[in-house]
């Protein structure tokens, strides 16, 4: 079995900063495209940034400038560094990753989400 979890959420002021972890574990042979994805209340769930094993990066035109992907792919962790922090990048954000397990069987796999809270 293959399991993300995500750190990092909480609460901020407009203009602050938090940084997101999502850690992948269990039986993992390679991990390829990993993202961000975020859901606000009464909306549907939106891509935010995504990174590739090779490091090549891409990201939402809402947070170009502000928030910065990276991964660790030793420790299989993906991070996001959010600066700037708007009121309107409250959301759920969930880590997604594309991973092949022990078995070379590819699958897609969702961390269960973690709560930012942008509020003055």
């Known amino acids: 079995q293959v399991h993300l979890v995500e750190s990092g959420g909480g609460l901020v002021q407009p203009g602050g900063s938090l940084r997101l972890s999502c850690a992948a574990s269990?039986?993992?042979?390679?991990?390829?495209?990993m993202a961000w994805y975020r859901q606000a209340p009464g909306k549907q769930r939106e891509l935010v940034s995504s990174?590739?094993?090779?490091?090549?990066?891409n990201y939402a035109d809402f947070v170009k400038g502000r928030f910065t992907i990276s991964r660790d792919n030793a420790k299989n962790t993906v991070y996001l560094q959010m600066n700037s922090l708007k009121l309107e990048d409250t959301a759920v954000y969930f880590c997604?990753?594309?991973?092949?397990?022990?078995?070379?069987?590819?699958?897609?796999?969702w961390g269960q989400g973690t709560q930012v809270t942008v509020s003055s």
């Open positions: 997604h990753a594309n991973i092949y397990n022990s078995s070379y069987y590819r699958n897609n796999y």
């Open positions: 269990g039986s993992i042979y390679s991990i390829e495209l």
């Open positions: 990174i590739t094993s090779g490091g090549s990066t």
